[in-house]
T-cell receptor, first 113, second 115 residues
């Protein structure tokens, strides 16, 4: 089944404790992206990647890191999480042009205390 | 001012009604316009996309873009309870330096279709 998977689905952590949210897709898509979704602010792009070793900042990259060492994986790293990073995070992937469908993962709900 | 503005609703309509969802935007560089549907506790899924002014129809859904007014709409005909979800507009713009595309989403409109 074609899908985007994220792990963990739920995470409660404390300020300053480094964490990684993994994202993997099995569709051989070149483009992958991370978003956060907050009430009243909607879905905002954090980072995106056009291909292996090619990444670019979205609208809200501060406090996040990404890497794209393999085509299928695009982990999101929070080196020193803070409470304002409490949010619902989505990973997405697509193939081809910018109008092609982005396939979204199921989401990761992160709470930073 | 946000680049994309969308009324958050909620919008409640009776089954069978025609629903109109709208977004306005400020960046004339936006090239592609999309509508996503998001059910509760799920990731968004693409409904429709378009890149030119005018209408595009797909079944009960019609996407409309007016680039001169910087306004896009999604119409749902014969709405069903299964259409109850949050609808997000999205736009993409090319990064002139890197040639990549980034996406800007609206905040979403929550729709409830009453049986």
């Amino acid at each position: 089944e074609a899908q985007v998977t994220q792990n963990p689905r739920y995470l409660i952590t404390v300020t300053g404790k480094k964490l990684t949210v993994t994202c993997s897709q099995n569709m051989n898509h070149e483009y992958m992206s991370w978003y956060r979704q907050d009430p009243g602010l909607g879905l905002r792009q954090i980072y995106y990647s056009m291909n292996v070793e090619v990444t670019d900042k979205g609208d809200v990259p501060e406090g996040y890191k990404v890497s794209r060492k393999e085509k299928r994986n695009f982990p999101l790293i929070l080196e020193s999480p803070s409470p304002n990073q409490t949010s619902l995070y989505f990973c997405a992937s697509r193939q081809g042009g910018p109008y092609n469908e982005q396939f979204f993962g199921p989401g990761t709900r992160l709470t930073v205390l | 001012q946000k680049e994309v503005e969308q009324d958050p609703g909620p919008l409640s309509v009776p089954e069978g009604a025609i629903v109109s969802l709208n977004c306005t935007y400020s960046n004339s560089a936006f090239q592609y316009f999309m509508w996503y549907r998001q059910y509760s506790r799920k990731g968004p899924e693409l409904l429709m996309y378009t890149y030119s002014s005018g209408n595009k129809e797909d079944g009960r859904f019609t996407a409309q873009v007016d680039k001169s007014s910087k306004y896009i709409s999604l119409f749902i005909r014969d709405s069903q309870p299964s259409d109850s979800a949050t609808y997000l507009c999205a736009m993409s713009v090319r990064n002139g330096t890197s040639g990549t595309y980034k996406y800007i989403f609206g905040t979403g409109t929550r729709l409830k279709v009453l049986a």
